[in-house]
């Protein structure tokens, strides 16, 4: 079973792989936006770090949904809802149990995975973190590992694909042969939950 302090650790994880990654990010960002993903997302993790420090959430729950609210309120760019809806809704969909199961994770991240495609229009092979997560949680049943790994092979997939949605998308054709920066960072995100669970 999964308690808040293994979400909290999931959490922290993603954010200091966030922090060590973000000019990686960025420099991902630059020949297809604006060369700010690693910084959005750097000033998003410290602030869910810090909050999660100074409030301490009993439940898996609040936990994600108190990280989800942060990234909101202080990542400006296109990421920051789409991450924070992410969060949100999985940890709503938690509810208010103290610990959960994998099971319970794996079909409320599928949730959150849901509700951002909804909130952003993308689908899978758009060229966005929807790459990535898709197959992190359709993998999530085979264990953190296997969905880690599909994450990150999810992320290299999006390098021969034509953006459709966000600003890669302006680019057109140009868009080919660029790794995308949010399918990048997704597989940071669940690669946190592995770093969760060996700590
Ligand atoms: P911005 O484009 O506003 O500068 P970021 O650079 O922080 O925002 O994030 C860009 C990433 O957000 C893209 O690499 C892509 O993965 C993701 N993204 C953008 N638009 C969408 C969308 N509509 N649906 C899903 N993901 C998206
Ligand atoms: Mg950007
Ligand atoms: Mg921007």
Not at 4 to 21: G, I, K, P, Y
Not at 154 to 182: C, N, V
Request: proline share 4%.
């Amino acid at each position: 079973m999964l308690d808040a302090d293994f979400f909290r650790r999931w959490m922290t994880a993603t954010a200091m792989s966030v922090d060590r990654e973000a000019e990686r990010l960025t420099a991902l960002d630059s020949p297809i936006g604006d060369a700010d993903h690693g910084s959005n997302l750097q000033r998003g993790f410290t602030a869910v770090a810090a909050a999660l420090e100074k409030e301490a959430p009993a439940t898996p729950g609040a936990v994600l949904i108190l990280a989800g609210r942060q990234l909101i309120s202080t990542v400006g760019g296109a990421s920051g809802p789409l991450y924070g809806t992410l969060l949100r809704r999985t940890g709503k969909a938690l509810g208010d149990d103290g610990e959960v199961s994998e099971g319970q994770l794996a079909e409320a991240l599928r949730a959150g995975v849901d509700a951002v495609m909804a909130l952003g229009g993308a689908a899978p092979g758009d060229k966005t973190m929807i790459d990535a997560l898709v197959p992190a949680v359709d993998a999530l049943d085979a264990g953190f590992g296997a969905a880690r790994a599909a994450a990150e092979e999810g992320a290299l997939a999006t390098t021969p694909l034509q953006a459709r949605k966000g600003r890669a998308s302006y680019l057109g054709e140009r868009s080919i042969g660029h790794q995308d920066p949010g399918a990048t960072s997704s597989a940071l995100l669940i690669a946190g939950l592995c770093e969760a669970e060996e700590a």
